[in-house]
T-cell receptor
Framework: AQTVTQSQPEMSVQEAETVTLSCTYDTSESDYYLFWYKQPPSRQMILVIRQEAYKQQNATENRFSVNFQKAAKSFSLKISDSQLGDAAMYFCAYRSETDSWGKLQFGAGTQVVVTP | ETGVTQTPRHLVMGMTNKKSLKCEQHLGHNAMYWYKQSAKKPLELMFVYSLEERVENNSVPSRFSPECPNSSHLFLHLHTLQPEDSALYLC????????????FGPGTRLTVL
């Protein structure tokens, strides 16, 4: 079974600065998908960014980018130019390519605190 | 309505009550999921429905009973719950043969007294 580990329970960043959240996963598969979800105080889970394992290029969505290191099984999220609205719990998630039902395996989450 | 909606948003019930949580997706997806989110724990997948058939039950106690009458609606029927069942219950949907992102509802905050 795959496991997803987020080793940072909380990260603090000042507005306009950059913060990087770490995520590692354990799998024996070669094809899979990785996601970062954001859960603000409203508790609504929102997809931030997605990475297909077969793509070498790191995914980017505006101020959010990932550093995907397949051999190291690492998938970190970088938030640039942090804004107060980025304050939330961030979850890393894994989905197997062979799992037809789209099950996601989530990490424990990292709380991001943004200070003015 | 757009996306995934859940009702009620908050629910308080006694251990002997019977209640139901409702989820509706307006995205044309064919798979729906129930997750439990407790404090200090990762999200736990409870049930998966694809094309209205249950395809996964992650050893969930029988006091939780899911129902999927069609591809847009998903229910979670609750009876004789325990205080440790208090949690945020999240519904999600996806297109099961796609790249896998799930779209979540806002959740139901359940408190069992």
């Amino acid at each position: 079974a795959q496991t997803v580990t987020q080793s940072q329970p909380e990260m603090s960043v000042q507005e306009a600065e950059t913060v990087t959240l770490s995520c590692t996963y354990d799998t024996s598969e070669s094809d899979y998908y990785l996601f970062w979800y954001k859960q603000p105080p409203s508790r609504q889970m929102i997809l931030v960014i997605r990475q297909e394992a077969y793509k070498q290029q790191n995914a980017t969505e505006n101020r959010f980018s990932v550093n995907f290191q397949k051999a190291a099984k690492s998938f970190s999220l970088k938030i640039s130019d942090s804004q107060l609205g980025d304050a939330a719990m961030y979850f890393c998630a894994y989905r197997s390519e062979t799992d037809s039902w789209g099950k996601l395996q989530f990490g424990a989450g990292t709380q991001v605190v943004v200070t003015p | 309505e757009t996306g995934v909606t859940q009702t009620p948003r908050h629910l308080v019930m006694g251990m002997t009550n019977k209640k139901s949580l409702k989820c509706e997706q307006h995205l044309g997806h064919n798979a729906m999921y129930w997750y439990k989110q407790s404090a200090k724990k990762p999200l736990e997948l409870m049930f998966v429905y694809s094309l209205e058939e249950r395809v996964e039950n992650n050893s969930v106690p029988s006091r939780f009973s899911p129902e999927c009458p069609n591809s847009s609606h998903l229910f979670l029927h609750l009876h004789t719950l325990q205080p440790e069942d208090s949690a945020l219950y999240l519904c999600a949907s996806s297109q099961w043969d796609s790249t896998g992102e799930q779209f979540f509802g806002p959740g139901t905050r359940l408190t069992v007294l």
